[in-house]
């Protein structure tokens, strides 16, 4: 049983011919209405983006990706834009319902239809590229359904592709890549999309760093699949999306004090990173607990009770370093890590800290490399305790799995995903790796990704800023679960706000708290749409 039931599931190409059969045959609906279904929004979506002056070619496969490609260039002609179809024989026979958008396409005599075969084709469609790189090049060549790399005219037609300057969308997914594990892939043959408009769920492959060069920005088309197969066909993978993330959020009681919203503590700091320990702990209060304490080295006092006078202070005894936890009682979550240093005394302190800890638990950053240098810790840190290291510290992380090895820095995202979920199964643990698409795996197996966040956010404490919002609802009563995936969430969200407001590359990590506000009403807004 996964820990979810809603939110928005990935599915497997083996899964979504299942989903698609199911419709046909529940709704029901024919096969080739369904094909006109999605194609309608293709078409929709490019007429919201592209001028009619702009030149489409459309590139169709055999397959029924090239029905839905045949399909759109009439939907298009019909729009009143001028497309072209490059008809890529791979082979001499069309699937069912590509060959009935075939001949439709041919008895409107509208759309050019250009035949591309292995004599000379290739040529033909080169040189119309080359004569019109302002022309838009759609690939509808072939779906998600693919297990081995391309090669023969479908390869040489990438080729040509992927060398011109042309503007590039995909339907459903790239021609060429797999919608899981591309690891055995030839990377050269996946044609390279600027816009992939996947037909009403993502594949798992886009979630990875090493599909974005193909993927490029994609979105999701709903085309109306049943939603009796969409809710029981089960799946470990979901994306996150404010319309269930909204749901998660407690409301506010009138007499409420801030008793009432939790202590948080937060142990953080040493000589030289007392930023990290800032930056946390704002977050954390912004985030919306009603009490936090920061435990700091001794000299980190002043700068915490100058720059968050709202958190109480508890001092360590060690003037530079963590060297010893607090007394826990009163405290409804801890969080442990923000440049805390790696210090021997600092690792000991830790280790005690694990020990005698019994509310929810967030670690990042130094506690994971003193975590990593002390494997069996592992096993001492409580269910469901959440972890938030960025790859290279989760690549540590895993050297201490047994079976482990130690090439994980090397590790494509998808192999590095496995271990993830391989990990928190292990050690009954919440992992939060950080990245693009966040993922947030639990120790049943399932897998979350996060949809919100941008490059700006690649800066200097922006991961501090994460482990606040995360202490911070744990420590307000929301479950681990739910704290998790809301942190990730909110963290990705407050940091789009911020890079809209001003720009990526001026983002710093002050930027996203302070746009933790606003996350927090666009979230909530989200809730009342979906009440209305």
């Given amino acids: 049983m996964y820990y979810f039931c809603l939110g928005m599931k990935i599915f497997t190409s083996e899964q979504v011919r299942r989903i698609d059969g199911y419709t046909i045959e529940n709704e029901p609906i024919s096969s080739i209405d369904l094909m006109e279904r999605a194609s309608r929004q293709i078409a929709f979506w490019i007429a919201e983006v592209f001028e009619t002056r702009i030149p489409f070619f459309i590139l169709v496969g055999p397959g029924n990706n090239g029905g839905d490609g045949l399909a759109v260039a009439r939907f298009l002609s019909e729009m009143n834009y001028l497309p072209e179809v490059f008809m890529i024989r791979i082979s001499d026979k069309l699937s069912p319902d590509a060959q009935i958008n075939y001949e439709r396409l041919r008895s409107g005599g509208r759309v050019r239809i250009t035949e591309v ?19 838009v090049i759609v690939d509808a060549l072939f779906g998600s359904g693919l297990t081995r790399p391309l090669g023969g005219l479908s390869e040489d037609v990438v080729g040509i592709v992927n060398g011109s300057p042309n503007l590039r969308v995909a339907i459903d997914i790239p021609s060429g890549l797999f919608g899981e594990d591309n690891q055995g892939n030839n990377p050269d043959s996946i044609l390279r999309a600027d816009y992939t408009l996947a037909l009403q769920a993502p594949s798992l492959s886009f979630f990875f760093s090493e599909n974005q060069e193909y993927t490029g920005i994609w979105e999701v088309l709903p085309i109306g699949l049943h939603p009796d197969i969409l809710e029981s066909e089960e799946s470990p993978y979901r994306y996150l999306v404010a319309e269930y993330l909204s749901t998660l959020i407690h409301t506010r009681k009138k007499f409420a004090h801030k008793g009432s919203f939790g202590h948080s503590l937060l142990v953080a700091g040493c000589y030289g990173m007392m930023g990290a320990a800032v930056l946390a702990s704002k977050a954390c209060l912004r985030s919306g607990v009603g009490l936090l304490t920061s435990h700091v080295p001794r000299f980190g006092y002043k700068i915490l009770q100058t720059s968050v006078p709202e958190s109480l202070i508890s001092i360590d005894q060690s003037d530079i370093i963590f060297s010893a936890p607090p007394d826990l009682n009163g405290f409804s979550a801890v969080g442990v890590g923000p440049g805390l240093g790696c210090k021997p005394n600092s690792g000991k302190a830790l280790n005690e800290l694990i020990e005698i800890v019994r509310v929810p638990l967030v670690i990042d950053a130094d506690a994971l490399n003193l975590l990593s240098a002390n494997p069996d810790w592992l096993d001492k840190l409580p269910e469901n305790t959440i972890l938030t290291p960025h790859p ?10 047994a079976g482990g090895d130690g090439n994980s820095a090397e590790a494509p995202g998808y192999t590095r995903h496995l271990r993830q979920i391989e990990f928190s199964r292990r050690y009954n643990l919440i992992t939060v790796l950080k990245g693009a698409h966040t993922s947030v795996a639990f120790p049943d197996g399932s897998c979350w990704f996060n949809t919100t966040g941008n490059p700006g956010m690649a800066t200097a404490g922006s991961g501090d800023v994460l482990t606040g919002i995360i202490l911070s609802l744990l420590g307000q009563g929301y479950n681990p679960a739910h704290s998790a995936l809301l942190g990730v969430y909110l963290h990705g969200l407050a940091g789009d706000l911020a890079a809209e407001a001003s720009s990526e590359e001026s983002l710093i990590a002050s930027d996203i708290i302070d746009s933790l506000g606003l996350a927090f009403q666009y979230l909530k807004g989200s809730h009342n749409e979906t009440n209305v």
């Fill in 117 to 135: 075969e292995e004599s000379g084709g290739t040529e033909i469609l080169a040189d119309s590229i080359i004569k019109n790189p302002s022309a």
């Fill in 392 to 401: 290279k510290e989760f690549d540590r992380l895993f050297k201490s799995l």
